[in-house]
């Protein structure tokens, strides 16, 4: 089964910068995608980006100009770095993984507060 190793998180102030990183562990099928949705309190789940292993990165609109997300298949490890970060983006985030025949697992999640 796989496991995901998320860290990163934190409380930061408006206009600043964190970056996360999931380590993906004990998968026995190919992982071709990785990413990162978050989830605040009373919200659904939502997308925040993904990038498969050829590189294609999917951003949510909310995350666009402000976020990257890279990866290192090697490590099977994603990273995101978020800049002007701003009240809106308070939630837990959560690190997942896909397969060819689809989602393979999700993190726990990391908690990222931003307030002053």
């Known amino acids: 089964q796989v496991q995901f190793v998320e860290s990163g998180g934190g409380l930061v102030q408006p206009g600043g910068s964190l970056r996360l990183s999931c380590v993906a562990s004990g998968s026995r099928v190919y992982i071709v995608r990785m990413g990162w949705y978050r989830q605040a309190p009373g919200k659904q789940r939502e997308l925040v980006a993904t990038i498969t292993n050829g590189g294609t990165t999917k951003y949510a609109d909310s995350a666009k100009g402000r976020f990257a997300i890279s990866r290192d298949n090697a490590k099977n490890t994603v990273y995101l770095q978020m800049n002007s970060l701003n009240a809106e983006d308070t939630a837990v985030y959560f690190c997942?993984?896909?397969?060819?025949?689809?989602?393979?697992?999700w993190g726990q999640g990391t908690q990222v507060t931003v307030s002053s």
């Open positions: 997942t993984a896909d397969s060819v025949f689809g989602t393979i697992g």
